[in-house]
């Protein structure tokens, strides 16, 4: 038994632990890809434990822990791939793991028959190219075609390579092993593109890793009175847990600044962002002397959903008006959940009273429309205030009250849309705080 493999085991199982830890309150969706990996990882160095054991035991031990090496940086290249949820990159994750399987079994397992070795050599290059192939127009991304090039280079290379007398097996398994974590590298390279340490970190880890599969075989050979600790080789392991542990905390990070300018249901701005939307869209009207409109829109018989049908219909409605109003307005105007059940509407330059009220219209003839929710069809309906910039208000504050009384007016009035009064600002009467709702923007 190799018991030096104990604390490099230790180490990779307090790392695994301490990524779980962090990846249980992680929003990412490849944290548990990753696990996965690392789980991997530690069986790798468990099964290294008894390769020294004489017979069956230590040539299984081999296989497990050359094949487990390898189908950590297959999870981890897959779960760095943007359309794998498709069933291209489910057969592809299947060719890899396959393939790389067979090799390790063929090479280490029993005897090693030149056909056999040969047919496992092709099939590296030939089942990503045929999968590729084969799904065409369905997926054609740069990164598969990345990953083919990358297998059909693997295979040529174990052709020529892999029967060599002597060394020619150690330098194919070597191979194969840089193959993967140099895709890992890649993978990682365009998926994560932005330039964060946690991204950083893990690529140069998973280079240096698949740099170690060139660089130990090479000085072994040119220097091999030089001996390195196996600490030293294992480095590139514990630099991309570190780097992988950063990635989720970075976009832990994103994720808590992104829940705090956006309502978490709908993903509209909130009413911080919408605050803070409207304060630039009044400033850009000033410096150009041109108009800002203000829409409150607030839903009738919300309240009669979330009590006959229960909260969750009540969230899914909430979600199906955030899309029809963004899909109705342009790019450049805002939509924000600023209430329970208050919407607002922001409609930047150029916009005039009459586009305000024509877009306002079209709001409530669509959430007059019956809405199919599952097997159930609701139908409700919602009341508006409209208010201009400057003609209404000179400031943001003053707007949202313009267009909440107005709203309130709408309200009492029988539902036609002439409820939209024009009155000056100097008309409206200021309002008491004990009076205002306690949805008021601001």
Same mark, same amino acid.
């Given at each position: 038994?190799? *018991?030096?493999?104990?604390?490099?085991? &230790?180490?990779?199982?307090? +790392?695994?632990?301490?990524?779980?830890?962090?990846? %249980?309150?992680?929003?990412?969706?490849?944290?548990?890809? *990753?696990?996965?990996?690392?789980?991997?990882?530690?069986?790798?160095?468990?099964?290294?434990?008894?390769? @020294?054991?004489?017979?069956?035991?230590?040539?299984?031990?081999?296989?497990?822990?050359?094949?487990?090496?390898? *189908?950590?940086?297959? +999870?981890? !290249?897959?779960?760095?791939?943007?359309?794998?949820?498709?069933?291209?990159?489910?057969?592809?994750?299947? &060719?890899?793991?396959?393939?790389?399987?067979?090799?390790?079994?063929?090479? =280490?397992?029993?005897?090693?028959?030149? *056909? &056999?070795?040969?047919?496992?050599?092709?099939?590296?290059?030939?089942?990503?190219?045929?999968?590729?192939?084969?799904?065409?127009?369905?997926?054609?991304?740069?990164?598969?075609?990345?990953?083919?090039?990358?297998?059909?280079? =693997?295979?040529?290379?174990?052709?020529?390579?892999?029967?060599?007398?002597?060394?020619?097996?150690?330098?194919?398994?070597?191979?194969?092993?840089?193959?993967?974590?140099?895709?890992?590298?890649?993978?990682? !390279?365009?998926?994560?593109?932005?330039?964060?340490?946690?991204?950083?970190?893990?690529?140069?880890?998973?280079?240096?890793?698949?740099?170690?599969?060139?660089?130990?075989?090479?000085?072994?050979?040119?220097?091999?009175?030089?001996?390195?600790?196996?600490?030293?080789?294992?480095?590139?392991?514990?630099?991309?847990?570190?780097? !992988?542990?950063?990635?989720?905390?970075?976009?832990?990070?994103?994720?808590?600044?992104?829940?705090?300018?956006?309502?978490?249901?709908?993903?509209?701005?909130?009413?911080?962002?919408?605050?803070? %939307? +409207?304060?630039?869209? +009044?400033?850009?009207?000033?410096?150009?002397?041109?108009?800002?409109?203000?829409?409150?829109?607030?839903?009738?018989?919300?309240?009669?959903?979330?009590?006959?049908?229960?909260?969750?219909?009540?969230?899914?409605?909430?979600?199906?008006?955030?899309?029809?109003?963004?899909?109705?307005?342009?790019?450049?105007?805002?939509?924000?959940?600023?209430?329970?059940?208050?919407?607002?509407?922001?409609?930047?330059?150029?916009?005039?009273?009459?586009?305000?009220?024509?877009?306002?219209?079209?709001?409530?003839? !669509?959430?007059?429309?019956?809405?199919?929710?599952?097997?159930?069809?609701?139908?409700?309906?919602?009341?508006?205030?409209?208010?201009?910039?400057?003609?209404?208000?000179?400031?943001?504050?003053? =707007?949202?009250?313009?267009?909440?009384? %107005?709203?309130?007016?709408?309200?009492?009035?029988?539902?036609?849309?002439?409820?939209?009064?024009?009155?000056?600002?100097?008309?409206? @009467?200021?309002?008491?705080?004990?009076?205002?709702?306690? %949805?008021?923007?601001?």
């Amino acid at each position: 038994m190799d *018991w030096s493999k104990l604390p490099d085991l &230790a180490a990779v199982t307090l +790392l695994a632990i301490a990524f779980a830890a962090v990846a %249980r309150r992680s929003q990412a969706p490849v944290s548990a890809l *990753w696990l996965t990996g690392w789980v991997m990882i530690a069986l790798h160095f468990a099964a290294f434990i008894f390769v @020294p054991a004489a017979g069956r035991l230590g040539t299984i031990a081999a296989f497990f822990g050359m094949a487990a090496l390898a *189908w950590a940086a297959i +999870l981890f !290249m897959w779960a760095s791939v943007p359309y794998r949820k498709k069933t291209s990159s489910f057969w592809m994750l299947c &060719a890899l793991l396959g393939t790389n399987t067979l090799y390790f079994a063929i090479i =280490l397992v029993g005897p090693t028959p030149y *056909w &056999a070795l040969t047919s496992a050599a092709v099939l590296f290059g030939a089942l990503p190219a045929g999968i590729a192939l084969i799904y065409l127009r369905e997926d054609n991304h740069p990164q598969r075609w990345t990953l083919v090039t990358l297998y059909c280079a =693997l295979s040529i290379f174990l052709l020529v390579f892999q029967n060599r007398p002597g060394n020619g097996q150690t330098l194919a398994l070597n191979a194969v092993l840089f193959t993967v974590y140099f895709g890992c590298c890649l993978h990682f !390279m365009y998926a994560y593109r932005q330039t964060t340490a946690g991204a950083f970190v893990t690529i140069a880890g998973f280079l240096g890793w698949a740099g170690v599969f060139v660089i130990a075989p090479a000085l072994g050979t040119v220097l091999p009175d030089v001996h390195l600790e196996s600490e030293v080789w294992n480095l590139p392991k514990y630099v991309v847990a570190v780097g !992988m542990i950063l990635l989720l905390l970075e976009e832990q990070i994103e994720h808590n600044k992104y829940l705090a300018l956006h309502d978490e249901l709908t993903g509209l701005p909130n009413r911080r962002l919408f605050q803070d %939307r +409207l304060s630039s869209s +009044l400033e850009r009207a000033r410096r150009t002397g041109s108009h800002t409109a203000l829409l409150l829109v607030d839903l009738d018989q919300f309240k009669q959903v979330n009590d006959t049908l229960g909260h969750h219909v009540g969230d899914l409605l909430l979600k199906r008006v955030g899309t029809v109003f963004s899909d109705r307005v342009r790019k450049s105007d805002t939509v924000a959940r600023t209430g329970g059940d208050e919407f607002s509407v922001i409609l930047d330059d150029p916009i005039g009273r009459e586009d305000a009220e024509r877009v306002g219209m079209s709001l409530i003839e !669509m959430l007059g429309e019956p809405f199919e929710m599952g097997n159930r069809t609701l139908q409700i309906g919602a009341s508006i205030g409209i208010a201009l910039f400057p003609e209404d208000a000179a400031d943001g504050e003053g =707007l949202c009250i313009a267009a909440d009384l %107005r709203m309130y007016e709408f309200k009492h009035k029988s539902g036609h849309f002439d409820g939209l009064a024009r009155l000056p600002a100097s008309a409206l @009467p200021p309002r008491k705080e004990d009076e205002s709702r306690s %949805r008021q923007v601001g």
